[in-house]
């Protein structure tokens, strides 16, 4: 079974930045070369919601309008990665920031990952906490 390792969380002042990688544990045998990756996070009292996503190949990507301008997902296969970039960050980020495996096709993805990826999922990383405070 595939088993994800998020790393990077922590604490920012507001407006700071933060990096999020995202990769298949050496343990699980898989790598992520060929899934579609979606982050999520969920706050405090709150639901779980779609952050950004990208297709295996990199070349599509979908994100939350609270995010757009202020976060770039990517990913390199080479390193077997997903990295999620924050930056200009807002109290309002603070949650925990989870990877997952999206089972959506690059053209789906672009439309409905970040609204409706939680029900596509297929693996969930064990979640990184992100606290964005002064």
């Known amino acids: 079974q595939l088993q994800l390792v998020e790393s990077g969380g922590g604490l920012v002042q507001p407006g700071g930045s933060l990096r999020l990688s995202c990769a298949a544990s050496a343990a699980s045998g898989f790598t992520l070369d060929y899934y579609a990756v979606g982050w999520f996070r969920q706050a405090p009292g709150k639901e779980r919601e779609g952050v950004s996503c990208?297709?295996?190949?990199?070349?599509?990507?979908d994100y939350a309008d609270s995010v757009k301008g202020r976060f770039t997902i990517s990913r390199d296969n080479a390193k077997r990665t997903v990295t999620l970039q924050m930056n200009d960050l807002k109290p309002e980020d603070t949650a925990v920031y989870y990877c997952?495996?999206?089972?959506?096709?690059?053209?789906?993805?672009?439309?409905?990952?970040?609204?409706?990826?939680?029900?596509?999922?297929?693996?969930w990383g064990q979640g990184t906490q992100v606290t964005v405070s002064s």
């Open positions: 997952a495996t999206v089972d959506l096709t690059p053209h789906s993805l672009q439309s409905i990952c970040v609204s409706r990826g939680t029900q596509f999922v297929k693996y």
């Open positions: 990208i297709t295996s190949s990199g070349r599509n990507t």
